[in-house]
């Protein structure tokens, strides 16, 4: 039986490095994802999401999905960013903590909803057979599953990842490719997103992948804000670790980094190299990319560049400037290297991801 996500863990576990994302497509202006049919008002209503529930299922992955998709951050506009529908084949569930919640909806609810978020549960084997229908009919329909955590375990009982690749909690991995040999497990990733299937690994990368759907939906603008208001990251990078095995060291490296990021942050238009960084670290380069590899889970270059990528997104959503211009004040320089590492890091250039996500003025 598969461990759900907020079970202890034991200190000597393995490392998630990286993501496995092979979702490219950006959702066009007017994707079925940033509006349904028109409410009772006119005005369109946002995507839905239906979040499931059964007996044994995990708080921490109940309240992620409440928080990010539930968020009181808004579009431009004032509208919600998500309807939120907690739903489940019981009119009330037993959580892993023990204690009893009643359920709003049932899986009558499911077919409203563009996506859905599938939790782990304590006890994956006892998730009813109508749960496991309803999860085959909303892929017939086309609709985004999500699993968090350890839930890939219900989508697999479904019969949805076969042939797909998928990830889960470090410590399910074996047994998820050893119950469902057809499932291609990945257990060096954050999350694996093909499109309209997503799987994420173990409790705190539940967060980087509804952020990243998020992102997905509406721009890096509105994503960072909806991290800023949870006080997490926006996302984590390919090479963050889940968690940092390499003991830190006596001096107060993170303060060390907080002042050398915060001062990078500032001057990303600027030409600044890791062996700049180093020098205001009073550090060797060498010692200096050892020390921020072993602090933060990335190195120093990746880091710069994926700031000043977000840093482009951002003007590309909230400004008209040009994409010279851009590249320029996100200091790539030149529009061809803004290309480069915006279609390596995003998988789509800057004018479709200005086209998708630029807010209105």
């Avoid at 609810?109 to 496991?132: D, K, N, R, W």
């Avoid at 909230?318 to 790539?332: K, R």
């Avoid at 279609?343 to 250039?349: C, D, E, H, P, Q």
Wanted: aromatic share 6%.
């Amino acid at each position: 039986m598969p461990l759900a996500c907020s079970s202890p863990r034991p200190a000597d576990s393995g490392i998630i490095d990286r993501v496995h994302d092979k979702a490219a497509t950006l959702p066009a202006p007017g994707d079925h994802r940033h509006h349904e049919a028109a409410g009772a008002d006119g005005r369109p209503e946002p995507p839905g999401v239906a979040v499931l529930v059964y007996d044994g299922v995990t708080v921490f992955e109940l309240g992620v999905a409440r928080e990010v998709f539930g968020t009181d951050i808004t579009t431009a506009g004032g509208d919600p960013l998500y309807r939120v529908s907690v739903c489940g084949p019981a009119p009330s569930v037993t959580t892993d903590a023990g204690f009893r919640i009643e359920v709003p909806h049932d899986l009558e609810a499911l077919p409203g909803a563009q996506t859905v978020a599938v939790l782990p549960t304590m006890y994956p084997e006892g998730v009813p057979a109508t749960v496991l229908d309803a999860l085959r009919l909303a892929r017939e329909r086309g609709q985004r599953i999500i699993s968090l955590c350890s839930g890939a375990f219900v989508l697999a009982a479904a019969g949805l990842l076969d042939g797909h690749t998928a990830t889960t909690h470090w410590s399910e991995c074996a047994n998820l490719a050893r119950q469902y040999p057809r499932v291609r497990v990945d257990p060096g990733v954050l999350y694996v997103d093909e499109g309209d299937l997503l799987t994420s690994a173990g409790s705190a990368a539940s967060l980087d992948l509804c952020l990243h759907i998020l992102q997905r939906d509406y721009g890096a603008e509105i994503a960072a804000k909806v991290a800023r208001d949870l006080v997490v990251p926006l996302y984590r990078p390919g090479g963050q670790a889940q968690y940092i095995e390499t003991p830190m060291p006596a001096r107060n490296d993170g303060d060390l980094f907080a002042e050398t990021i915060g001062w990078l942050r500032a001057h990303l238009g600027d030409p600044v190299t890791v062996a700049d960084l180093a020098d205001r670290a009073a550090m060797s380069p060498r010692t200096f990319a050892r020390r921020f590899l072993a602090s933060t889970g990335t190195t120093p270059l990746a880091w710069i560049v994926r700031e000043r990528v977000g840093l482009a997104q951002r003007l590309l959503e909230t400004t008209g400037l040009s994409v010279d211009v851009i590249a320029h004040d996100s200091g790539f320089g030149t529009a061809d290297n803004l290309r480069k590492h915006f279609s390596r890091a995003l998988r789509t250039t800057p004018q479709s991801y200005r086209q998708a996500f630029r807010q209105p003025s």
